[in-house]
């Protein structure tokens, strides 16, 4: 991790008609950071991410992602980044080699970088047996561990997690977030968004959401200490309750 | 305790894939009882045939001695199913779709509204928004109420709290304890291994296996060695550290520790002066209590070998 910034987010706003989804966030992230995005349901965090993506514009504030403004230019932000959710990320009635020559293609990498680097992706994921089957037929497990290794394959600036592990077995829940260590150790940042609050605490920084609004961000040890928690799970209930629900 | 679901030698196939292989259990009346495995461990498929909806391609259930496939129409008033899946009329109000309900099993909102009130309370302010409006907590405590409505004696609940965040699953786990107070007999899945901590026994469930029944005390202490926890601010080089020093044995990350076997004769205090030579001084290594993941991992590990 350095002191790079690839995240810079200022006073960001998000309105859908008079409801304040983004409530004035102001955070930063740094390039190979882990960096955790935690919140109840309807606290903004999917909001948030999907203008990070450039795929939603901000009502007002300041967003750079990977040195380019969010609302200028979230056509460019696309290219710059990688991006996995839990509902959806691979095509079902593709095999695993047609899935990934079709995101290197969309990316736009040359047809000969695409054979050379399927190689090597398959062969480090031991997965050079399933190479022509259809994605439909492999476990949750497997699909989750290559829908992320297919989002960092263009070798993006950033990758957003939404939910990944959500469902996993414990043992692929563990090798998965290796993954993220490793891609974080080669510099690509990792925004990740997860419900098991165990998770929280591989992050190098968390943030907590709550009615739209940033309640806490720090790294996790930090975190338990200001809050006098034993874990990131009780720190979340503590400042994510009482709620009404009222929406 | 008399009981309430019996299965015996459950198996079902979709085509080559086996969901389920000779699964049997016993649920006893008024148990809170828990399902405990990932995605594709072939908890809906129980589910479903436990609430009548497939027939099993060998072995049977029984729900209060009556079985599944024979007794299908007798059995469906007794119970409450909540899939997994949002399956509500999203194009009726929160208050349709209650009505709906309790209409088709031949009761109504008024008679029973005493069992739903400390669950659909929350949500009846909003009692005329359509259903496919509401946010993932309101929708999932509106199921809860349409499954409870006709007062079964058996609530099966398939993942009710998968996607639910941290807290409103605390608040789903209080009504599962108000609702066994009533009585009421509770099966319930789950993916977060923390939940089992809430019921009177768990299954834990693999590959369409049980690996395992008891209560969550007695799962825990299950666990066939002494466990301890490794603590230093740099994970990922420690996890990768205690994988290669031998002394250490099956690590596997827990949130901010390192969940670690000793071989034989090694003292925690001995694998910290290991740590501090591989350059991570200032390790911590202490004895914890195992917790149902452990469990989970080590028999995992073990169906692999």
């Known amino acids: ?95 695993v080699s047609e899935n990934i020559e079709l995101y290197g293609g969309i990316y736009g990498m040359r047809m000969k970088e695409i054979i050379t680097r399927t190689e090597q992706l398959l062969e480090r994921l031991d997965f050079t047996q399933y190479r022509d089957m259809l994605i439909r037929s492999l476990p949750l497990g497997l699909r989750q561990k290559l829908a992320f290794a297919v989002a960092v394959f263009h070798d993006p600036e950033i990758v957003f997690l939404d939910e990944p592990t959500s469902g996993v ?16 150790s080669h510099g690509i940042t990792v ?15 968390v943030t907590i959401m709550n009615e739209g609004k940033i309640v806490a961000l720090d790294t996790p040890a930090a975190l338990r200490q200001t809050f006098g928690t034993s874990s990131v799970e009780e720190l979340f209930v503590k400042i994510t309750r009482p709620k009404t629900e009222t929406e | ?91 009726l109000t929160v208050e349709e779709n209650l009505n709906f309900y309790a209409t088709i099993f031949g009761t109504s909102i008024k008679k029973n509204y005493y069992l739903i009130e400390p669950i659909y309370k929350q949500i009846e302010p909003f009692k005329k928004r359509l259903a496919g409006k509401l946010s993932g907590g309101m929708k999932q405590k509106l199921a809860l109420s349409c499954a409870l409505i006709h007062k079964p004696d058996i609530l099966i609940l398939d993942e009710p709290t998968t996607g639910v965040d941290a807290v409103s699953r605390v608040e789903f786990w209080e009504m599962l304890a108000g609702l066994k107070r009533e009585g009421i007999t509770i099966i319930v899945s789950t993916p977060y291994m923390d939940e089992a901590l809430r019921c009177d026994r768990i299954a834990l469930i693999q590959s369409g296996k049980i690996l395992g029944i008891n209560t969550p005390d007695i799962v825990r202490k299950s666990y066939s060695r002494k466990l301890y926890a490794v603590k230093h601010p740099e994970k990922y080089k420690l996890l990768l550290a205690l994988r290669s020093i031998p002394l250490a044995q099956s690590p596997e990350p827990f949130g901010e520790a390192v969940h670690v076997t000793l071989a034989d004769d090694v003292t925690p205090a001995a694998l910290e002066s290991a740590l501090a030579e591989a350059r991570l001084t200032g390790s911590v290594v202490e004895e914890i209590i195992p917790g149902i993941e452990d469990v989970f991992l080590e028999l995992m590990q073990r169906e692999k070998r």
Request: charged fraction near 25%; include cysteine; glycine fraction near 10%.
């Open chain 1, 1 to 95: 991790m350095t002191e790079q910034k690839v995240i810079e987010v200022k006073d960001l706003v998000k309105k859908f008609g008079s409801f304040v989804a983004n409530d004035h966030l102001t955070f930063d992230v740094y390039k190979g950071e882990i960096f955790g995005f935690l919140g109840a349901n309807g606290a903004g965090k999917t909001t948030a991410i999907r203008i990070f993506c450039g795929l939603s514009r901000l009502t007002s504030g300041k967003v750079t992602v990977a040195g380019i403004d969010a609302a200028r230019s979230p056509e460019e932000i696309k290219k710059r980044i990688g991006y996995m959710s839990q509902r959806f990320s691979l095509y079902e009635d593709l095999t």
């Open chain 1, 169 to 184: 077995d414990p043992i692929t829940r563990r090798q998965f977030w290796e993954m993220i260590y490793e891609t974080a």
């Open chain 1, 191 to 205: 925004f990740v968004t997860t419900h098991y609050m165990d998770e929280a605490e591989y992050c190098d920084r």
């Open chain 2, 1 to 91: 305790m008399t009981t309430a679901i019996e299965a015996y030698n459950l198996t079902h196939r979709y085509g080559k894939i086996t969901a389920l292989e000779d699964v049997g259990f016993s649920v006893g009346n008024n148990e809170l009882f828990g399902f405990i495995g990932p995605d594709g461990a072939g908890k809906t498929t129980l589910f479903r045939i436990a609430a009548t909806l497939i027939i099993p391609a060998e072995g049977k259930i029984t729900l209060f001695g009556l079985d599944t496939v024979k007794d299908y129409r007798e059995l469906r008033s007794r119970i409450g199913y909540m899939p997994g899946k949002f399956s509500l009329y999203q194009d």
